[in-house]
């Protein structure tokens, strides 16, 4: 199968290997949700425990997927696609279904730690997978699977409070479920493409350091080495991690998730206080996923005529500034709709930008240990975001942490104005020294 594509002039054509990887971070994703909207729940009501302490091992759970993440990435580079996703979904679907059987509570804590790790697993190893499948798609890859996470996570959401209404057996039941189906999908549709993916990469990662210009390789290399080449006229990188300009984007990552988390966080807390119901803030993450989905005709659009990849991270960071700046002004609900709007154009820009520049730089054989820093990225994010607002918000005020959310995208934009510099005009020939750096 070739996983290389011609796009006529707008019309994007998705290989079918990123057809199924949508599918499968479908499945993945929505199984997954179906726990976050009652986790904290469970551990509140079933298991009597204070709020606080169902905080702190939601954190564990989610230090636990900082740890996964780049675990999942780096068996990747070692073992294959195939064998990381059979090893956490396998281990995802035994931890998730213990509470079934067993409702102590410091088991419960233990099954959050090694759940929380094992599930994080498949996300790096997806992404790779989009990255070394379809190295021409760029951006789309992973807009693909972005588009396909979210709307996993608005059927999972939508399905977990339905089981949970029914029973938290259910539930966990529901998980395992999703699971183990997806683990099927692996072992038969999916297995034969990914060996697929794998054979070319090999093929390409082997090939010798040859310049087809001044005739030093015969033919059968010469013509492996152009089927190679990206359309932006680069070679897959060979070789040492570029990790000067890894880091910048990583660091940019890290502080753009801790901004953009505030809404998950404190703004929730801060429109109750105003009096909004759960139910008006809950529209707010509903308009969010809808926007995502709906508004992929007017991204790809935008994409097209304005491909760069800094301009999407720079632009989506902007708009989360923006959003927060429009709420120090304002207290009315539909200012807070339209500062969602705000942050929901700026995600669809940000997010699957930062993991396709990434892999722009990351050596081919190193592809799945860098996803896996990307994915431990956001989750670290998503960690400092929270307990930093939080600290805010209690010893200052909501307005201190607004303004410190909309200064606060300072950094990141600077950051990847950085990785910019450091990358205009680099493109790899084959001619170029493994051990050159990018920088």
Not at 109 to 137: E, I, K, Q, R, S
Not at 162 to 187: C, P
Request: glycine share 10%.
């Amino acid at each position: 199968m070739k996983f290389r594509f011609s796009r006529p002039r707008g019309q994007t054509s998705y290989p079918t290997v990123i057809w199924l990887l949508g599918l499968g971070s479908f499945i993945n994703v929505g199984g997954l949700s179906l726990l976050w909207p009652v986790n904290a729940i469970y551990i509140h009501s079933v298991l009597h425990q204070p709020m606080p302490i169902a905080g702190l091992v939601l954190m564990i759970y989610s230090g636990a997927g900082f740890v996964g993440s780049f675990l999942g990435g780096w068996l990747y580079d070692r073992i294959g696609a195939t064998r990381v996703l059979v090893i956490g979904l396998v281990l995802s679907a035994a931890f998730i279904v213990i509470p079934v059987f067993n409702h102590g509570w410091w088991v419960y804590v233990a099954v959050m730690a090694f759940f929380g790790m094992t599930c994080a697993m498949p996300f790096p190893a997806m992404n790779a997978l989009a990255g070394h499948a379809w190295p021409d798609g760029g951006r789309l890859a992973f807009n693909f699977l972005y588009v396909a996470n979210n709307l996993g996570v608005a059927a999972g959401t939508a399905i977990g409070g339905v089981l949970a209404g029914w029973s938290f057996r259910a539930v966990f039941w529901g998980i395992a479920a999703a699971y183990i189906l997806f683990l099927l999908v692996v072992l038969t549709v999916f297995r034969s493409r990914f060996d697929t993916v794998r054979q070319r990469n090999t093929a390409a990662i082997s090939l010798p350091e040859v310049n087809p210009a001044a005739g030093s390789a015969d033919a059968a290399n010469t013509e492996t080495l152009a089927a190679s080449k990206r359309v932006d006229g680069s070679y897959p990188l060979r070789g040492v991690i570029p990790w000067g300009t890894v880091l910048v984007l990583l660091v940019a990552f890290i502080l753009s998730w801790s901004v953009y988390v505030q809404w998950q966080s404190t703004i929730s807390v801060y429109m109750q206080s105003l009096g909004f119901k759960l139910s008006e803030y809950s529209v707010l993450w509903t308009l969010n996923g809808l926007l995502i989905f709906l508004a992929q005709p007017a991204v790809q659009w935008v994409v097209r005529r304005y491909p760069s990849l800094t301009l999407h991270m720079v632009g989506g960071v902007a708009l989360f500034g923006a959003a927060f700046v429009l709420l120090i002004f304002t207290r009315r609900y539909e200012f807070f709709v339209l500062a969602m709007v705000i942050t929901t154009a700026g995600e669809l820009f940000a997010w699957p930008a930062v993991p396709a520049a990434v892999a722009k730089v990351s050596p081919e054989e190193r592809m799945g240990t860098l996803q896996g820093l990307v994915g431990s990225s956001a989750t670290l994010g998503r960690m400092l975001g929270p307990v930093v607002g939080g600290y805010l918000y209690d010893h200052a005020s909501m307005h201190a942490v607004l303004l410190a959310a909309a200064v606060g995208t300072v950094l990141p934009l600077t950051l990847y104005v950085m990785y910019h510099r450091l990358t205009a005009g680099e493109h790899l020939s084959p001619g170029q020294s493994s051990g050159q750096s990018i920088l």
